[in-house]
């Protein structure tokens, strides 16, 4: 009887850590505080495998196969637009450092707040490094009804960022922008 009351003692106990794992990843409350000036996205050039940008009109996707080397390019349209293809320099014809370190202009108070400031949907940003086991990176794009300021949203946090809405949107031009440099 003592055995039988230690293990409903113990399973409760098990379940109630458990539940309360899954109640706190289901709902975070911690929000990283961000300063103005740090770097919230951060890999080092060589080190990025892969880079898709993602809109309504069109997937940018950059990948390489191994750190350094230059980048298969390819660009669809939803348009209906061809195709587009080409080689790029390691470092994107000098975007990379743009899509690789993102700062942080100031932290804004809630997802919610980037959505109504920023009200533009500009697209999803995917970076991959090397790292096999590791997760990407994926960032959420808005900007400003102007699209000059941009904010970043991902996990929990929302900020506005210091690089400006064109470099993601000059993307649309494809291999033009990385043959162009």
Do not use: W
Request: aromatic share 6%; hydrophobic share 40%.
């Amino acid at each position: 009887m003592r055995y039988l009351a230690v293990v409903c003692a113990f399973a409760a106990g098990l379940a109630c850590g458990v539940l309360g794992t899954v109640i706190v990843a289901r709902h975070p409350t911690d929000v990283a505080s961000v300063e103005p000036g740090s770097e919230v996205i951060s890999i080092l050039e060589e080190e990025v495998m892969s880079v898709a940008f993602r809109t309504d009109k069109m997937t940018f996707t950059a990948q390489r196969s191994k750190p350094g080397a230059s980048f298969a390019v390819q660009i669809t349209y939803a348009n209906r637009r061809p195709v587009q293809q080409c080689q790029a320099s390691s470092d994107l014809a000098g975007q990379l450092a743009v899509y690789s370190t993102i700062k942080a202009k100031r932290q804004l108070a809630s997802q919610q707040q980037a959505e109504r400031d920023f009200p533009v949907q500009l697209g999803t940003l995917e970076l991959l490094d090397r790292m096999k086991d590791e997760p990407s990176t994926v960032i959420r794009l808005r900007a400003s009804s102007d699209r000059k300021a941009l904010a970043a949203l991902y996990e929990n946090v929302a900020v506005e960022v210091t690089s400006p809405g064109s470099a993601f949107t000059s993307l649309e031009d494809g291999c033009h922008l990385l043959s162009g440099r």
